[in-house]
Nanobody
Framework: QVQLVESGGGLVQAGGSLRLSCTAS????????MGWFRQAFGKEREFVAT????????SYANSVKGRFTISRDNAKNTVYLQMNSLKPEDTAVYYC?????????????????WGQGTQVTVSS
């Protein structure tokens, strides 16, 4: 069974940092683009960050650019999201996803596998 499992979420004060991890099991995603999305309570799921299979090409939502960094360790089948200078508006459930192809994508429709999500809460 293919699974993406997120970890690293929690409660942090505004201005703090968290590092999310997403580890795949059941198959390798070393040749797939990967992405992070988030969904705040009562809102639509939105794109956060993505990278291609190599990790060299990345893209970010404007709201997180300069504060968040996506990276991957293909040897560990793991993708990370380093989140710095967190704001209360970053509060959401964060989801990891594996894309259908090798490229990065900001479109949820390009992703075939999704994790269950990890809650990030930023207090003011």
């Amino acid at each position: 069974q293919v699974q993406l499992v997120e970890s690293g979420g929690g409660l942090v004060q505004a201005g703090g940092s968290l590092r999310l991890s997403c580890t795949a099991s059941g198959r390798t995603f070393r040749r797939n683009g990967m992405g992070w999305f988030r969904q705040a309570f009562g809102k639509e799921r939105e794109f956060v960050a993505t990278l291609d299979w190599s990790g060299f090409i990345t893209s970010y939502a404007n709201s997180v650019k300069g504060r968040f960094t996506i990276s991957r360790d293909n040897a560990k089948n793991t993708v990370y999201l380093q989140m710095n200078s967190l704001k209360p508006e970053d509060t959401a459930v964060y989801y990891c996803a594996a894309a259908r192809g090798t490229s990065w994508s900001a479109r949820p429709s390009e992703y075939d596998y999704w994790g269950q999500g990890t809650q990030v809460t930023v207090s003011s």
